[in-house]
């Protein structure tokens, strides 16, 4: 009787389904890097390169290169549409407005263009690589990584019959809000979360469904609250989500800047190389100030990083935890603040690292009351599918995907991190940076996602 | 761009959303019963009368009587159609072709009609109450029933957000499929089990969601098996399932015949009362053989009708236990078999009160070899939304609904049943009952559903 033709047939006949459909499906501060990338660093070259810290998954056998170059193919012809880049530009980020400067979105509007790349296959790992001005290359990461994550994902689905699906969904449905649930605990005062689930999300819808129901869940939406009890869901680290849903944008930098001026560095020496991760913090802090000023001091150890640190750094606005154990590591940066005489009350306290809820909440009743304690949510709010496959297969289960800068100007990078397995660069130069920032190798948990 | 806009007027404006679109939508023994009666009991005039055993639950503040009447007004405008008259005619059940007779499916078409019926209200609850031929009222139990259940789901449903909605569902199918998974096991064999749900689901379209997953989920569905790994999901009892379909439909007869044909009787002789129970058998004997016979024998206590059962009463095919202990009644329905001669692993029985899957589980394994049992999975198949609720609310728990016969020819009918909870009747008729059947009154669990 009511059939639709018209839909009926465009299902039939579509050629691609893209998984990423507009460039500011990415990380937020992806965008501030950019920013910085193109005012500072605007002729530094760089390679950057995909790799799967999962080994015993052969993600070649699952993904397969075409399918891969199709997607890649697809967000290379993307655009900023005219309207994101005047939500870009007239938007307010952690407060403050014209976070980016209309010279920097007339480039992104006119010559922003993403890298060249290549995809190979090794011993049963894609190996993707970009390089290139690091200005073209930088956004590839949280493109790369959503597309790889979800073509995986998509090779599992394409197994299952619609049932099987339908108790899929369901089951993970069932395991979102669950947490959900625990977060929502009327007990508790002055919980903050965000999702920061990009990257390594099952598919983007996926990912939007996950932050419509926790704002929905833990947000006010405008109904009365008590003062301490601000909405919980603080936003999204995606740029596109944020745009789509109103949802603040979160994030602010990530390692590839410090080890990247550290390659840079590298050349001169010792010293130079040390003040590097100092260097890089003074660069930002004259584009970016406010909320923004958050440090993430673990890229060649966070103790020498803090025990160094020249004064300005203490009047930063907080710390992001990515790879030590986030009660240490608080607790360390607490007591560091309290004896550079700032109070750690008025600081931020970000942790990121493989969280989920349950340690969310043990978190936030650790730092409560401490610090301004909040929590980045990423995989296992966003991928979260362990145990919900239909014939118990492991397919859905989440990846350590990572993509990391390798090179700037034609140096090795390294990263030494708190945690020894999330170390990257030549072993000859991790043992260089070893001896410089006097960063011992440690013993940590492998990480989960 | 590709809006439907006859779709979207259309949805705007519809005026019912019907609970019962066929007439077929009722469980197979009705239509079985149906016959019986429209051969044997042409000019019988009865009364019958829906209740809420679940007397805590207010059902009369959450279903209105208008919303109630416009959807019993709708089936009783409904009339069997042309290709479900064929289907009735022309399909096989149990292995028997044309079971109901031309002159039968003729009455249906062209002067079956619904009866009269009363809606009141009274203490909170409604009062559903149908009287006229025998004929003509018989069928409204399902149609009543599912309809009263379905209006108390959609007022529940009606307070939810569509994200809400969302969490729901996805927790009841994932508790539906961990049901599922446990039935199937692979270490098990033989197993049997139907669809026993259409009077207290949660709503048609979620029983015919059940009813598919476990087709699909328990069923070879044409792919090679073992001799005894038969399908598990053997079919159900609602008929335009079954149609829909193609599954077995399931079912043989239901206490109204014996708790009639005892009130007819109750005039004569104790007598000739206690022997009504056999004279029904004899009667369905008449006009239905093979797989039909089914007996019920709990109306008036299942162990004085089983030692004064006649000898053609061991020849059945199996016994159905709806009010007792199914071991204690499978136990004693095996001794019996055999002090009659019989052999148990040839007959069937079948458990069909308030089971669940880890109590099927149980059942079979306790009488697998032994008899050939089978269960009749109901109301926590087709309606288990305990804990399900996303606001913790238990306005989505399956109530005890039950249509009982009140009256034949103005006679009182009464039900002893194993279970005292379930007795039905006037007090004074059920202690002439007790005295003229021997029946004790035992106690026993409340009935959960």
Redesign the interface.
Known sequence: M?V?F??RA?NHNWKLDPIVRSLLDTDFYKLLMLQFIWKNFSQVQVTSEVTNRTVRVRLAERVGAPALIEQMEHVRQLRFRRSELVWLAGNTFYGTRWIFEPAFLDWLEHEFRLSAYTVSEHDGQLVLRFSGLWSAVTLWEVYALAIVSELKTRAALAEL?E?EL??L??????RL?DKIELLRDPSLHGLSLSDFGTRRRHSFLWQEYCV??MR??LNSNGRASEPEDQDRFSGTSNTALAYKHDLEAIGTNAHELPMALAALASRGSDDELRQSQYRVLELWQQSYGGSLLILLPDTFGTTQFLQAAPPFVSDWTGQRIDSKDPVVAGDEYIAWLESRGQDPRRKRLIASDGLDAEEILHLHRYFHGRIRFSAGWGTLLTNDFRGCH?RGEDTLEPLSLVCKLTSADGIPTVKLSDNPHKATGPAAEIARYRRVFGTEPTTGPEPVV
């Not at 969904?169 to 069932?174: E, L």
Request: proline share 5%; charged share 25%; no cysteine.
């Open positions: 009511n639709n018209a839909e465009h019959s049932l339908d108790v969904y369901a089951r993970a449905k069932t809000w419509q129901a929905r869940a239909p």
